[in-house]
């Protein structure tokens, strides 16, 4: 059979736009439209013989591979698609189809596009979820090595390597939080909303959503075919959890740098002319797709920013593969992460030596000046004297005093300058430290409690959404199996 010659149109966008969204709209829409045939048959509004051949012919194109579909110019796109391919499961011209009836592509486009998200968004979170619980095991592990914590790049204080590890998961329980709201906002019904204003007929929208797993309806259909919103939420929650897990991979960068974590060999390439080289790699492409997520959530804003308040390809179909991949890069990037940091561990973290070395603990010995009553800013002199004349290794209790005086501070007691002393060339005493929030080892694991606490109740909801995808899965089954026997 010869295929007809594709109009300029079809050729250069509606081919396009086939390819890109046959394999992820056909099969929900399959489903959609079961649940909408069962609905139309207990209102009364098509005969039993009409649903059951029509449900008939919606279980044969579940088995459908949308993926080997062509497009042939023969119809408009994949809705359309739908339509002819049912019409030929059936045996009847497409004419007798009731498949549309009080519906549009508006609204089931609406519907269609929140179930693929639900799933996508599960699937992104289950990842976010797996991520941040590798990481507070680590964090609990680890509670107890000391590192050196930069800010501008500059050592600046020591901390353990549980605290800047729960820190991150901290950031990763909180986007988890943030996506379990999005799908509770992303798990409302805008079928039955026909093309904005609803219908005549006496529909059943509420039974629409409840075979497809949806919680509720949205209250308006005009925002239920219009609303943009949840797009838009998605692409900028997927560019701002993935730019601090570029953040965070970055200083991972360093870490491997100074060999204080081991690079796990299966995250890494080799080099084609240094056989010495491991190149993690891996970092640097997990920084790429922040920037690439940067990108899809500037092009879903830009095309939804140009759009019409009401149904409009600009704030719907055009931004529909922009979050798609979003969503699988942001899936991609935290089972990254969350494998790499299952095989995190320390190799060479710095020595206590090597920490005074920096000059990080020097914050602390001036604050061991004030709990014996000097003034901060005397203290931040007396400390700032002793470090231009020399190491901390290099300090005696005589120098201290002297430069205590030197300073107008006067006589220190026996006790500061030991504390002070102690504070510069003990950066493990940070470990102790009581402060809740702090990197005190105790404290740390407390973090980690009240953080796993935090991804505890998002699985609760995650679970408790798919388990209800999974019921009305079922509902809608035994729905369509029993009209279909009709």
């Known amino acids: 059979m010869t295929r007809p010659s594709l109009t300029t149109y079809q050729q250069h966008h509606l081919r396009f736009t086939f390819d890109h969204h046959a394999t992820q709209l056909y099969g929900p829409m399959v489903k959609a439209s079961e649940a909408h045939v069962v609905m139309l048959a207990e209102r009364g509004l098509i005969p039993a013989e009409s649903a059951a051949q029509m449900l008939g012919g919606l279980i044969t194109l579940r088995d459908d591979r949308p993926e080997t579909f062509t497009y042939d110019g023969s119809v408009e796109d994949v809705y359309y698609t739908l339509e002819k391919r049912l019409a030929e499961a059936c045996g009847i011209p497409t004419s007798e189809l009731n498949v549309q009836l009080a519906r549009s592509r508006n609204d089931l486009d609406a519907g269609v596009f929140r179930m693929i998200l639900r ?18 095991n680590r964090a609990d592990r680890y509670a107890d090595v000391v590192v050196v914590g930069y800010t501008h790049r500059r050592p600046a204080q020591p901390t353990s390597m549980g605290h800047v590890l729960a820190g991150y998961a901290e950031a ?66 997927n560019a701002q959890a993935m730019a601090t897990g ?38 640097e492409h997990l920084v790429s797709m922040a920037g690439a997520a940067a ?17 409009s390809n600009n704030a719907t179909t055009d931004v529909q ?14 089972a990254l992460l969350g494998g790499l940091f299952q095989r995190l561990e320390p190799l060479h973290t710095p020595t206590g030596e090597a920490i005074v ?87 740390v694991r407390a973090q980690v409690t009240r953080i796993r606490s935090t991804l505890d109740d998002v699985v609760g909801r995650a679970t408790a959404l798919r388990q209800r995808l999974e019921d009305a899965d079922v509902t809608l089954a035994a729905a369509v199996a029993e009209r279909a026997a009709k």
């Open 119 to 136: 799933d996508q968004l599960l699937r992104v979170l289950a990842a976010i979820i797996d991520a941040g619980a590798e990481l507070l």
């Open 357 to 443: 070395a920096t000059g990080a603990t020097t914050t602390a010995a001036a604050d061991a000046l004030t709990r014996h009553g000097v003034p901060f800013r005397a203290a931040h002199s007396v400390v700032g004297r002793l470090v231009r004349a020399g190491a901390p290794s290099t300090w005696t209790d005589a120098g201290v005093r002297e430069v205590a005086q030197t300073a107008g501070v006067g006589t220190l007691t026996d006790d500061a300058v030991r504390d002070l002393v102690a504070a510069a060339l003990r950066p493990e005493l940070v470990l102790a430290r009581e402060q809740v929030d702090g990197p005190g080892e105790a404290a």
């Open 172 to 237: 990763l329980a909180g986007q988890a939080a943030a996506y379990s709201s999005l799908l509770a906002e992303m798990n409302r019904s805008p079928l039955g909303s026909c093309a904005f204003a609803g219908t005549d007929l006496d529909i059943d929208p509420r039974r629409l959503a409840e075979l497809l797993g949806f919680d509720e309806l949205i209250v308006n259909s005009y925002e239920a075919v219009a609303g943009a919103d949840h797009l838009m939420r998605t692409a900028a929650l």
């Open 246 to 283: 570029a953040r965070f991979t970055r200083t991972l960068m360093d870490w491997l740098s100074w060999e204080w974590v081991r690079t796990p060999e299966d995250f890494t390439q080799g080099s084609t002319i240094m056989p010495q080289k491991r190149n993690p790699v891996v970092m």
């Open 295 to 311: 990108a899809d959530a500037a092009s879903v804003y830009n095309n939804v920013g140009a759009a019409w308040w009401e149904d």
């Open 321 to 334: 593969v922009r979050l798609w991949e979003s969503n699988d890069r942001a899936y991609r990037f935290f």
